[in-house]
């Protein structure tokens, strides 16, 4: 069962940076056979995508936080990561890790980035 565990969120202020971290672990395949992304939920909200790298090395990022975000990702040690600069107040939600392949879907717990001053 594919597992996933978020970290690095937090408080920032605005204009600052943080960047989140994914280990996945108990894939069955190599890491590098899932599309794998960052989504957010903020209160009242519906989840959204905000970016997403796929097994065939596509790059997909929700317009809002194109220049300012960036999705990487480590298959030899099954991380993905979100770097997130120039952090504005609209930012504020609760970001989770997604592994997607064939029609199987995890997520992770999720880690809270708030952005206030």
């Known amino acids: 069962q594919v597992q996933l565990v978020e970290s690095g969120g937090g408080l920032v202020q605005p204009g600052g940076s943080l960047r989140l971290s994914c280990a996945a672990s108990?894939?069955?395949?190599?890491?590098?056979?899932?599309?794998m992304g960052w989504y957010r939920q903020a209160p009242g909200k519906q989840r959204e995508l905000v970016a997403e790298?796929?097994?065939?090395?596509?790059?997909n990022v929700l317009d809002s936080v194109k220049g300012r975000f960036t999705i990487s990702r480590d298959n030899a040690n099954k991380m993905v990561y979100l770097q997130m600069n120039s952090l504005k107040p609209e930012d504020t939600a609760v970001y989770y890790c997604?592994?997607?392949?064939?029609?199987?879907?995890?997520w992770g717990q999720g880690t809270q980035v708030t952005v206030s001053a």
């Open positions: 997604n592994a997607r392949r064939a029609m199987s879907s995890s």
């Open positions: 790298t796929t097994s065939g090395g596509i790059t």
């Open positions: 108990g894939m069955l395949v190599s890491v590098s056979r899932y599309d």
